[in-house]
Nanobody
Framework: QVQLAESGGGLVQPGGSLRLSCAAS????????MGWSRQIPGKERELVAG???????KYADSAKGRFTISGDNARNTVHLQMNSLQPEDTAVYYC?????????????WGQGTQVTVSS
C-alpha cells in the first residue's frame, strides 16, 4: 500500500514563506512524477508544481517565480518552498504522485495540509 505523508503548512502573514514536505512510502517500483496540488474554497483543485525523477520542475502560472519544488529520489520525498505568499494562496495543499505498483501506474494523494495566509 502506498502512502504519502505530508508535513509543513500552517498560518503565515502575507509576504511570508512556508515549506511543505511529502514522503512516499510502501511497496512500489517507480515514481513518474511527484508534486503538489491545492484546493481553494469554492474552486476546483489545481496542480501547483511537480517534479520529474530527473529533477525537471513543472509549475502552474500561479506558482512561477514564487514557489520552488525540489526532490530527493533516494528518499522518495518532495519539498515545496513557497515564498511571497498572499491571501489568495490560502488553500488545502495535497501531495500527489504517479506511482508504478505491480505493473500499473496510478495517482496517489496525501490527506492534505492547510495553508492560511492572513494578517
Amino acid at each position: 500500500q502506498v502512502q504519502l505523508a505530508e508535513s509543513g503548512g500552517g498560518l503565515v502573514q502575507p509576504g511570508g514563506s512556508l515549506r511543505l514536505s511529502c514522503a512516499a512510502s510502501g511497496s512500489f517500483s517507480s515514481i513518474r512524477i511527484m508534486g503538489w496540488s491545492r484546493q481553494i474554497p469554492g474552486k476546483e483543485r489545481e496542480l501547483v508544481a511537480g517534479i520529474l525523477p530527473d529533477g525537471t520542475p513543472k509549475y502552474a502560472d500561479s506558482a512561477k517565480g514564487r514557489f520552488t519544488i525540489s526532490g530527493d529520489n533516494a528518499r522518495n520525498t518532495v519539498h515545496l518552498q513557497m515564498n511571497s505568499l498572499q491571501p489568495e494562496d490560502t488553500a488545502v495543499y495535497y501531495c500527489y504522485a504517479n506511482i508504478l505498483v505491480f505493473g500499473r501506474w496510478d495517482d496517489y494523494w496525501g490527506q492534505g495540509t492547510q495553508v492560511t495566509v492572513s494578517s
